[in-house]
């Protein structure tokens, strides 16, 4: 059975950075796709960014692209969203995911992952 930590979230200003890890554990995850996803209230849960565990190949939704890297760690087993640039729409709680590469369905849809981690809160603001 997956099992996904978060960690890292918090406050931070404007224009500031954080980075979010996932611990993760239960498996092997080379054949695996590893995803952040961030939600706010009422709203549904939001693509931020996805990578290929074994081949490192990244997926960035616009909003983020050039200002977030997603990461991982083999050894640690460990996934990070490192964000730079921070803007006050970027405050929602972050979910790390985790999907087999063979399960169908677009990996940057939320109902395409069979793993979610608890969450973490990102809050933005001065």
């Known amino acids: 059975q997956v099992q996904l930590v978060e960690s890292g979230g918090g406050l931070v200003q404007p224009g500031g950075s954080l980075r979010l890890s996932c611990a993760a554990s239960?498996?092997?995850?080379?054949?695996?796709?590893m995803g952040w996803f961030r939600q706010t209230s009422g709203k549904e849960r939001e693509f931020v960014a996805a990578?290929?565990?074994?081949?490192?190949?990244?997926y960035y939704a616009d909003s983020v692209k050039g200002r977030f890297t997603i990461s991982r760690d083999n050894a640690k087993n460990t996934l990070y969203l490192q964000m730079f640039s921070l803007k006050p729409e970027d405050t929602a709680v972050y979910y790390c995911?985790?999907?087999?590469?063979?399960?169908?369905?677009?990996?940057?849809?939320?109902?395409?992952?069979?793993?979610w981690g608890q969450g973490t809160q990102v809050t933005v603001s001065s």
């Open positions: 990578i290929r565990w074994s081949a490192g190949s990244t």
């Open positions: 239960g498996r092997t995850f080379s054949s695996y796709v």
């Open positions: 995911a985790a999907r087999p590469i063979s399960m169908s369905g677009s990996f940057y849809s939320f109902k395409a992952y069979n793993s």
